[in-house]
């Protein structure tokens, strides 16, 4: 399994257009420079219309979704999470799959999202 972490949509997106095999899954963070999740998630969802999505932010899980088309988010991310919730959404998300073929998670870098409880 492949997994890229990435510092926006727009590096997000040249990495898909490169990919022989895509993803299972993408984390998109929604406030994030050169192109947030706010214009990803669309974008992916017209390019890739089978990929899995997870959203995290820090705003409330029924504001975020109201912009998003909702067969393309699979799951929520809370701000701050711990890394036993991002596992059990990460898990919940690609249940059923036939192998997991790779994981990106687009956030802003230094930032850390999860909470030290875990």
């Known amino acids: 399994m492949t997994f890229w972490k990435l510092v926006n949509g727009r590096d997000a997106l040249q990495v898909l257009a490169g990919c022989p095999v895509l993803p299972s899954l993408i984390l998109v963070d ?9 214009e990803l998630v669309p974008i992916l969802d017209t390019k890739y219309p089978g990929m899995k999505i997870i959203v995290s932010s820090g705003y ?12 393309s988010v699979v799951g929520f ?22 192998g997991i073929k790779g994981i ?9 999202v999860l909470s030290h409880s875990d």
């Open 104 to 112: 990106i998670r687009v956030t802003r870098t230094s930032q850390s």
């Open 60 to 71: 409330p899980e029924e504001d975020v979704r109201k912009g998003f088309p909702s067969r």
């Open 77 to 98: 991310l809370q701000k701050p999470y711990t890394i036993t919730v991002l596992a059990g959404r990460v898990g919940a998300s690609v249940s059923g799959s036939t």
């Open 30 to 38: 929604l406030a994030m420079p050169v192109r947030g999740g706010d």
